[in-house]
């Protein structure tokens, strides 16, 4: 294969490359925008996982893709102490980077290149987020660039951090640059190859394909045969089999601290060599690259899956609000329906204010009469239909008191049993101060002016239908604050759920009640009535518990888990999928693809 | 368990009195935040209590040394130079040693702590059986057991596991670096890093010193140093060695040796096991200890619960019933008995709730029940909202998790709530019976009522025979006299008694009242009180058992 027929070869770019770079540039921004705030098991590795996708993408694929004849970048990664920065030296033939005994060495990355290479470098073309320098006193987070003859043209040396020593900025920096490679020059010891870190890291690189030498250093020499041919058969039993093995003897040093010219000429050879043939630098930035971006679909993938648990986590706890609020609604439209509100204090209330209580068991066909001790009693005495209002409202507002309790209790319990939650939870009430798992603060009150309100839009409704009663006697003989508490009563034994023995109790008080509304108003208006207010009551309940339940929701919302995040990032995964397969097969696959995915975006338009 | 502090009683001659304590301080912790504080740290707390006390059991004469450290940095060869012989496998391939090899010196008792370490039986070696002369160095390690740990860092995961297992039962670890190594994360973060707490039983070798140029030497023991302060084990020794060529075998040797003739290597292994388990299990189950926590709840709390506890239980019903029932009988009794038959037309209000059977009925049912109507969603809310008020007075100031359990036990009876207050109501003697001036009241009514009756015959005879004159007394005869006397003194005593009727009917049913009330009082201790205060007793036990293994 020469460039000129590789797609991504050194001639100007093609089409398929440019989607390609509008794919990739699109995954970048998916990825940006999936976040993954919650606290989930395993959400530490998936936030690494996202954030090593955007480097490797701002780093090296994206420079890469656009600029393909851009020179090859080797990074000579590994241990610490395995030898990467004398084996840089050494392959310089001067000291471009500080080796040292105490461990960890390379403290920013050192990057060897050619002096004709150097416009490819000093920009922020790769690795945009470090700063360049040409000094030797480079701190971390800068990249120092050392320009000499020694490297050939069209191929540069970045001499890495460590990978496994205890300075974590170190770690994570050679994760890093490790990512931006075309070729990783992985250094390891005869301590060394056995180790399980920088295994991780070729296993890593295996998954992904990406070029890969291993060089062996430090290795006494007496040892070599035998660790060589372990470490050889490590590789190959890990998928590496293809990868050049190169042995640097451990000899005492030179003038310089530099390992022998003799020792390390193997490498250097290898490396002219591909600096040399532009086709085999081209086969290994294809192979590094190809594999790169199959990897990153990949495990965009993985990322979609994060986002999208953390959407289903969202929608979870969501769902626990919900239901805890829902649940309480239903328990006090359920309380105040079967009847059982009117006992205890309302009824003494009602009968009292009725008459007396025994006289009203056996009341059913007597109404006429009952009436007029109504009236009579209503007339002499207006204090008790005050006290049954009292009492309404406080039975109705130790119901909501409780059932906001419950559900914030609830809600907070069911969050409470998953880590994430639970993490949310505890921000919220540092935020707040005050606990979510109570109602809140404010809520006695409010639920207090809940029920007024609502008698008070009761006596309203009354009012408004007896408009045009006005001047019957009847209105006037019984007054709006008496049909009012009659329709209170009527309303909490509407439902009629109403058995056994409080059929008598609560049954007969309402049924007076009726009888008395339906008098006055005729009894289709009774019932429109009672159903208005039951309405109005229930009403009322919800907005109290949907201002009891935002406070969750809220928590919720700033959290800033997107449901459509995955999606998004799937669709892009799988477009560079299909760019990459059509690439692979030719310029019909190609227009093929490019078919379907015009369909795909008209639907997507369409939807 | 008790055993466990017996073994730890019987090292008490070893100079540190409370190691006994601060393992039975630990496990009362332990068994007090079982279930109540996060289950990880209870856990590990239980296995440390476990661990020391299995420990202490075993031979506590010898001193188990275990070399670890990453695979090529020389564990087997410094294994090798301490014991004199050539014992363990050394190579170049890596990583070389898979199984955990014992050397031990001295003989008693060291079988039963292998088993509990689990050393293969082929992998064990004793100095003392070997063919040599035991030299005065010999005799100075008597007691070791040394162990020649697998490595922590290569890619077999099965040595890390044994790694773990081992560093956690050894009691004092010397950790073998190298040059090349020594920066290494894995085993600073993994291992040295979560045993600040343990410098006593640590000894930090640099082997392989060797290979480092003779003037290079003092600065990469600075630095190995540097980044042993940074783990927070600024005092652990560290030694330069090289196996290979002998250089400062001796001395660690010397350090070893002193250490096992000390004997303190058990103890100061166990007293920082505790002390880091201890502390974990104080972070979770929350520091801050108010001290005056019994009978912190006000006594309006309290009245407010059982006020809404005796609504539920229909205390205001059986009252009110009380009351109409004693009237009722005791009109019955004093009533003119012409009449007062009719007042036994009316159901008993007490029975109608099913409560009138008495002390004697009582005995015949084995549980009564009651027909009190159920819990209103009113009733229940009053309730629950009194219990929880009581339990946030309870729990206030106490750590999460504590105010937790105390909020769960407030509730964790409720639901045994109306069969504990229909029980209650039902067994409360309600005193519903006829005073006993009523029974005289009675007796004197019917006195009269005879009185009338022989005057009506008297009058009727009188009349039917008309013969006989009708004695007269001041004018009045005499036959109509006792008629008038005995109704008109009948209706008369009704009427008076009426007065005190009502008056004993009030006093019973508020003798009542005071008595389910009690009643009442006693479920709400039972269901809410006695839980809550159990949690408030685990926490308290909790916090002394911490400060007795923290001490």
């Known amino acids: 294969m020469t460039p000129s027929t590789h797609r991504y070869g050194s001639g100007p770019r093609t089409p398929e490359t440019s989607d390609m770079v509008t794919a990739l540039v699109r995954l970048r921004e998916a990825l940006r925008a999936a976040e993954l705030p919650l606290d989930l098991p395993g959400v530490e590795t998936q936030r690494r996982t996202r954030a090593q996708l955007v480097d490797q993408l701002e780093d090296y694929v994206l420079p890469r893709l656009i600029q393909i004849e851009a020179p090859l970048l080797a990074v000579v990664g590994g241990s610490t102490g395995a030898g990467k920065s004398t084996l840089v030296n050494s392959l310089v033939g001067s000291v471009v980077t500080q080796p040292g005994v105490l461990r960890p060495t390379t403290r920013s990355p050192v990057l060897v290149h050619n002096p004709a290479d150097a416009d490819w470098f000093d920009k922020d073309r790769i690795l945009p987020d470090l700063a360049r320098t040409t000094g030797s006193s480079a701190g971390p987070g800068a990249l120092q660039l050392v320009a000499t003859d020694a490297v050939p043209v069209g191929l540069a040396l970045l001499d890495a951090p460590d990978v496994d020593s205890v300075e974590e900025h170190n770690r994570t920096l050679a994760t890093q640059l490790l990512g931006a490679a075309d070729l990783w020059l992985f250094v390891t010891s005869a301590a060394r190859y056995a180790d399980q870190v920088p295994w991780d890291y070729l296993r890593a690189a295996a998954e992904r394909s990406t070029a890969v030498a291993v060089v062996l250093d430090r290795t006494p020499p007496d040892a070599v045969a035998e660790v060589s041919s372990h470490l050889a058969r490590m590789l190959t039993t890990r998928g590496l089999r293809d990868s050049p093995l190169f042995t640097v003897p451990e000899v005492p040093l030179g003038a310089g601290g530099l390992v022998e010219a003799e020792e390390v000429t193997e490498i250097r050879g290898w490396l002219h060599l591909l600096a040399s043939d532009s086709n085999a630098r081209a086969a290994v930035v294809k192979q590094t690259l190809d594999g790169a971006v199959r990897n990153l679909a990949r495990t965009a993938h993985t990322v979609a899956d994060a986002a999208a648990e953390q959407a289903a986590t969202v929608a979870d706890l969501h769902a626990d609000a919900d239901r805890a609020y829902a649940e309480a609604a239903e328990r006090v439209e359920e309380a105040s329906a079967d009847g059982t509100l009117l006992r205890g ?64 209790e609830r809600a907070a319990a069911s969050w409470r049993s998953v880590a994430a939650g639970r993490r949310l939870l505890e921000a919220a009430g540092r935020d707040t101060g005050r606990d979510l798992g109570r109602a809140s603060r404010g809520f006695r009150a409010d639920a207090d002016r809940a029920v007024r309100d609502w008698q008070h839009a009761l006596l309203q409704m009354v009012r408004c239908q007896g408009a045009d009663k006005r001047s019957t006697a009847r209105f006037l003989a019984y007054g709006v604050n008496a049909l009012g508490v009659a329709l209170m009563v009527v309303v909490f034994a ?41 309405k109005d009551l229930n009403r009322r309940v919800g907005e109290l518990f949907a201002a009891e339940r935002a406070r969750f929701t809220q928590v919720l919302d700033g959290t800033g888990v997107r449901d459509a995040a995955a999606d998004r990032l799937r669709d892009v995964a799988r477009r560079i999928d299909d760019l990459r397969f059509a690439a692979e097969l030719g310029p019909t696959a190609a227009e093929q693809s490019a078919l379907h995915d015009l369909e795909a975006s008209d639907e997507e338009a369409a939807r | 368990m008790t055993s466990v502090v017996d073994q730890a009683r019987r090292l008490l001659g070893r100079g540190t009195p409370d190691l006994p304590a601060r393992v039975d301080g630990l496990r009362r912790a332990v068994e007090a935040c079982r279930g109540r504080v996060d289950e990880e740290p209870v856990q590990q707390a239980a296995d440390v209590v476990e661990r020391v006390g299995t420990r202490l059991q075993l031979s506590g004469d010898q001193t188990v040394v275990a070399l670890a450290g990453a695979t090529g940095s020389g564990k087997s060869s410094t294994f090798n130079a301490l014991t004199g012989l050539d014992l363990a496998a050394t190579g170049v391939r890596r990583p070389t040693t898979s199984w955990t090899m014992s050397c031990t010196w001295g003989e008693d008792g060291s079988e039963d702590l292998l088993e509990w370490l689990e050393v293969p039986r082929r992998h064990r070696v004793s100095r003392s059986s070997m063919l040599d002369t035991s030299t005065a160095e010999e005799r100075d390690l008597a007691g070791l057991v040394l162990l020649d740990l697998p490595d922590h860092d290569s890619t077999e995961v099965a040595h890390h596991l044994e790694v773990d297992r081992l560093v956690a039962m050894a009691d004092l670890l010397v950790w073998v670096l190298d040059p090349q190594k020594y920066a290494d994360a894995a085993v600073h973060e993994r291992y040295l890093r979560p045993l600040a707490g343990h410098q006593e039983i640590l000894l930090v070798v640099l082997n392989h010193i060797d290979e480092v140029p003779e003037e290079r030497r003092p600065e990469m023991l600075a630095d190995l140093r540097r980044l042993l302060e940074a783990d927070g084990l600024g005092e652990v020794p560290v030694l330069a060695t090289s196996a290979r060529h002998g250089e400062g075998v001796a001395e660690l040797k010397a350090h070893v040796a002193a250490r096992v003739r000390d004997k303190k290597a058990v103890t100061a292994r166990s007293l920082a096991d505790l002390a880091r388990a201890a502390r974990r299990l104080q972070e979770a189950s929350g520091a801050g200890a108010p001290s005056d926590l019994p009978g912190r709840t006000g006594p309006d709390r309290i009245a407010e619960m059982v006020e809404a506890f005796a609504e539920a239980a229909g205390v205001p019903t059986v009252v009110h019933a009380v009351e109409r029932s004693s009237r009722r009988r005791a009109i019955h009794a004093t009533g003119w008995p012409v009449t007062s038959w009719l007042g036994r037309l009316k159901p008993d209000p007490l029975r109608r709730l099913h409560l009138d059977v008495g002390a004697e009925g009582r005995r015949l049912v084995a549980r009564p029940r009651t027909s009190m109507p159920e819990l209103t969603h009113v009733q229940r809310a009053r309730v629950d909202a009194a219990v929880r008020a009581v339990a946030d007075q ?139 205060r159990e949690e408030l007793d685990a926490y308290e036990a909790a916090q002394a058992g911490l400060a007795d293994a923290l001490r």
């Open chain 2, 394 to 532: 309870e729990a206030e100031g106490l750590p999460r998790p504590w105010a937790d359990a105390v909020r769960t036990a407030s509730v964790s009876r409720l639901p045994d709530l109306t069969d504990a207050l229909d029980r209650a109501v039902s067994e409360v003697e309600l005193g519903v019976k006829t005073p006993w001036w009523c029974r005289l009241v009675q007796g004197f009514q019917w006195v009269l009522l005879l009185a009338a009756l022989s005057g009506l015959v008297w009058l009727i005879s009188l009349g039917a025979g008309g013969t006989l004159v009708a004695p007269v007394w001041y004018g009045w005869s005499v036959p109509a006299l006792l008629v008038a006397i005995g109704v008109g003194g009948g209706l008369l005593l009704s009427l008076v008694c009426q007065g005190l009727v009502r008056i004993s009917a009030r006093l019973r049913a508020r003798a009542a009242r005071r008595r389910l009330r009690a009643a009442v009082t006693e479920v709400t201790q039972r269901l809410v009180v006695a839980p809550v």
């Open chain 1, 345 to 408: 204090e309302v009824l003494a209330r009602w009968q009292e204010f009725v008459g007396t209580g025994e006289l009203f068991r056996s009341l059913e066909s007597q109404v006429g009469r009952v009436r007029d001790r109504i009236v009579a009693t209503v007339r002499g005495r207006p204090q008790p239909a005050q006290q049954v209002s009292v009492a309404v409202e406080a039975g109705l507002q130790t119901l909501l008191l409780e059932q906001a309790e419950t559900a914030a």
């Open chain 1, 494 to 534: 509407y439902t009629a759920g109403i058995t056994g023995a409080e059929a008598g109790i609560a049954g007969g008080s309402a049924l007076v009640g009726q009888k008395l509304l339906e008098a006055v108003f005729g009894d289709q208006a009774v019932r429109r009535l009672a159903a208005a207010a039951r």
